[in-house]
């Protein structure tokens, strides 16, 4: 006698263990292991380079108000993927799942257009920008990038006429601080 399901009676998907009906297989992610694999990557690149955060026209993301840092898209992506050894898309989905990147309400929004400058520049320049917790990078630095403490808020700010662009990302959330807003000099 050949028996095909369990001790319950329960038969296996048609494909096969870790298959469905369909014969894909099915993969569930670990996107706690996947965090710590980004937070890691970003400590220890921050330990090689300090450039990379926080400063404002060199850095990948800076800290815009205590609790966010505005990250330049898709170049923090692309380069925390690349120094975790992830897909791009794994990598955001990660943070975004794990709440470490924002959307906005549809959740399927997490870069925006903004105009940026340096706090006593006239320059103003338009970004790709995301938001990062600053929990995520700050504990990144300090656990794995040799930092004894969170980096300060930067002196990058969001030009005031686009904080509306911004807003939706804060929904339900902690908003910016005013102090991430602002207007160039003018000289």
């Known amino acids: 006698m050949k028996l095909t399901g369990d001790a319950t ?6 494909g096969g263990p870790g298959r469905s009906s369909q014969g894909e297989r099915t993969m569930l992610t670990d996107f ?3 965090l710590e694999r980004l937070e890691k990557a970003l400590g220890e690149q921050y330990r090689q380079s300090g450039f990379i955060l926080g400063t404002p026209g060199t850095s990948l993301a800076c800290k815009v108000d205590p609790f966010y840092y505005l990250a330049i898209e898709p170049g923090f992506i692309k380069h925390l993927s690349r120094w975790a050894g992830m897909f791009p898309e794994s990598a955001r989905e990660t943070l975004v799942k794990t709440g470490n990147m924002l959307t906005d309400p549809s959740r399927s929004v997490f870069v925006v257009p903004l105009a940026v400058f340096e706090e006593g520049s006239a320059e103003v320049v338009r970004v790709g920008a995301s938001f990062v917790p ?3 990078i700050d504990q990144a630095v300090t656990r794995h990038g040799g930092a004894d403490a969170p980096l300060p808020v930067s002196r990058l700010r969001i030009l005031e006429a686009d904080r509306a662009r911004a807003e939706p990302f804060f929904i339900g959330k902690t908003p910016l601080h005013n102090l991430a807003f602002g207007n160039p000099t003018q000289r």
């Open 134 to 136: 600053a929990a995520f």
């Open 9 to 14: 009676g329960a038969h296996p998907p048609a």
């Open 32 to 34: 706690s292991q996947n």
